[in-house]
C-alpha cells in the first residue's frame, strides 16, 4: 500500500469508508469477547489511542501493550503473556475482515478446548499464506509458510487461538528461533505444540474473509463492502437540483449540490460535492472536496481536494490531503508525486 503508508498506519486507512483495524474490533466484539489487546510499536501510542479510544464505543476494554521491535506475528502474542494471565486467547490480526463473523469458531474453541486452533479457507493463491498439512487420517501434521508445493488449495488467515501452553514454545532449550528474515513466524509456535503433543485442531472458515493488502486488493474489499453494508442514510439532504440513485449514505454537515450520486456509495461528513457524478462503489471519507468530476470505484481518504478535472476518475485510492486539480489553460500536466507514486494520464 505504498506510498500511502509512508504517512498513515495501513491498519487506520478507511475501507468501505471506515479504519481497516475496527472492523477485526467488530468481529471481537460481536463474538462476546470483552477484553482487547491492542499490540503496536514504539512511537504510535499517541497515535493509536486518538484513533480508537478506549474501546467503549464497541463495549469492550482495550489494553495497548507495546511490542518493542517488530519481529514477527508470534512475537505480538509472546509480548501479551502476562495481560494474559494465563487465560485462552484469540488472535486476529489487524487486517484481516471476517465479514460473517467468528462466533461459531469461537464457541468451538471455548467447547472443545484444544491448546491451539488455527482456521482455514480455500484460496487461490495459497502460496503466499500460510497453510496446513495433514496425514492421511485428516490430523494436522504441520502448518509451513509460503510454500512452494502446497498439496492443495487451502490456506490460514490470520485469525489464530491458543492457550497456556502457547507460551512454552518461547522458553527452554527447545524454545522457537527466528526464522531467516529474523522473525518469530506465527506458524513456529504452533508447530512446537504438535512436536510435543499437544492438541492443535483446525476448522474450515466458510464465511467472506477479506485481506486488502494491495492496491487491487483494497478496491475489491471496498466494492464488497459498500455492496453488502451499505443502506440508504442521509444524514445531511442534498439539494433539490441532485440526484441519488440507489444506496448512498451521507454523513453530517456535507454540501451536495448539482450532482448525481449513484450507488452503492458512502460519503463522510463534512464533504462538499458540487457539479459532479459519484459512481458506484466510491467511498469519500471526511472533509473532501469535490468540484466539477466524475468519480468511480474509487476510495478517497481524509480531506481529498478533487476540481475540474475534463476525464473521469476510475479504480483509484488517494491519500489523505492530495490535492487533484484539472487547468485547460495548460497544454502540460504538472505533477507532485511522493516516493512510489502511481499514476496514469
Known amino acids: 500500500m505504498r506510498p500511502v503508508t509512508f504517512t498513515a498506519n495501513k491498519h487506520f486507512i478507511p475501507v468501505g469508508n471506515k479504519p481497516l483495524i475496527f472492523y477485526p474490533v467488530e468481529t471481537i466484539a460481536q463474538a462476546g469477547i470483552t477484553e482487547i489487546a491492542i499490540t503496536y510499536n514504539p512511537g504510535q501510542i499517541d497515535y493509536a489511542k486518538e484513533k480508537l479510544g478506549?474501546?467503549?464505543?464497541?463495549?469492550?476494554?482495550?489494553?495497548?501493550?507495546?511490542?518493542?521491535?517488530?519481529?514477527?506475528?508470534?512475537?505480538?502474542?509472546?509480548?501479551?503473556?502476562?495481560?494474559?494471565?494465563?487465560?485462552?486467547?484469540?488472535?486476529?490480526?489487524?487486517?484481516?475482515?471476517?465479514?460473517?463473523?467468528?462466533?461459531?469458531?469461537?464457541?468451538?474453541?471455548?467447547?472443545?478446548?484444544?491448546?491451539?486452533?488455527?482456521?482455514?479457507?480455500?484460496?487461490?493463491?495459497?502460496?503466499?499464506?500460510?497453510?496446513?498439512?495433514?496425514?492421511?487420517?485428516?490430523?494436522?501434521?504441520?502448518?509451513?509458510?509460503?510454500?512452494?508445493?502446497?498439496?492443495?488449495?487451502?490456506?490460514v488467515p490470520g485469525l489464530y487461538f491458543g492457550n497456556k501452553n502457547f507460551f512454552k514454545a518461547f522458553k527452554g532449550k527447545g524454545r522457537i528461533r527466528p526464522s531467516k528474515r529474523g522473525e518469530l513466524e506465527?506458524?513456529?509456535?504452533?508447530?512446537?505444540?504438535?512436536?510435543?503433543?499437544?492438541?492443535?485442531?483446525?476448522?474450515?472458515?466458510?464465511?467472506?474473509?477479506?485481506?486488502?493488502?494491495?492496491?487491487?486488493?483494497?478496491?475489491?474489499?471496498?466494492?464488497?463492502?459498500?455492496?453488502?453494508?451499505?443502506?440508504?442514510?442521509?444524514?445531511?439532504?442534498?439539494?433539490?437540483d441532485s440526484k441519488i440513485e440507489g444506496r448512498v449514505q451521507i454523513g453530517l454537515d456535507c454540501k451536495i449540490t448539482k450532482s448525481i450520486i449513484r450507488g452503492p456509495v458512502s460519503i463522510g461528513d463534512n464533504v462538499i460535492i458540487e457539479n459532479s457524478f459519484i459512481g458506484p462503489y466510491t467511498s469519500i471519507y471526511d472533509n473532501c472536496r469535490i468540484t466539477a468530476c466524475h468519480i468511480e470505484n474509487s476510495v478517497l481518504m481524509e480531506a481529498v481536494l478533487f476540481k475540474d478535472l475534463d476525464k473521469p476518475v476510475d479504480s483509484s485510492i488517494i491519500g489523505p490531503h492530495s490535492e487533484i486539480t484539472g487547468d485547460d489553460s495548460q497544454t502540460y500536466h504538472q505533477l507532485f508525486i511522493g516516493e512510489m507514486g502511481k499514476v496514469s494520464l
Open 54 to 155: 478506549d474501546g467503549s464505543r464497541w463495549g469492550v476494554k482495550f489494553t495497548f501493550i507495546e511490542q518493542p521491535e517488530p519481529i514477527g506475528l508470534a512475537n505480538v502474542v509472546e509480548v501479551c503473556e502476562k495481560w494474559l494471565r494465563n487465560d485462552p486467547f484469540v488472535y486476529h490480526l489487524g487486517d484481516n475482515i471476517f465479514v460473517d463473523g467468528i462466533a461459531d469458531i469461537v464457541n468451538y474453541f471455548e467447547k472443545e478446548k484444544p491448546d491451539g486452533l488455527v482456521t482455514m479457507l480455500h484460496h487461490a493463491e495459497n502460496k503466499r499464506m500460510g497453510v496446513p498439512y495433514f496425514d492421511k487420517n485428516n490430523r494436522l501434521i504441520k502448518y509451513v509458510e509460503k510454500p512452494t508445493q502446497p498439496p492443495h488449495d487451502f490456506a
Open 186 to 240: 506465527i506458524p513456529s509456535p504452533y508447530q512446537w505444540l504438535i512436536d510435543h503433543k499437544f492438541r492443535v485442531d483446525v476448522i474450515e472458515y466458510t464465511g467472506v474473509w477479506l485481506d486488502p493488502g494491495k492496491f487491487n486488493d483494497w478496491l475489491e474489499t471496498n466494492q464488497h463492502l459498500l455492496d453488502r453494508m451499505i443502506v440508504k442514510r442521509f444524514e445531511s439532504e442534498p439539494d433539490t
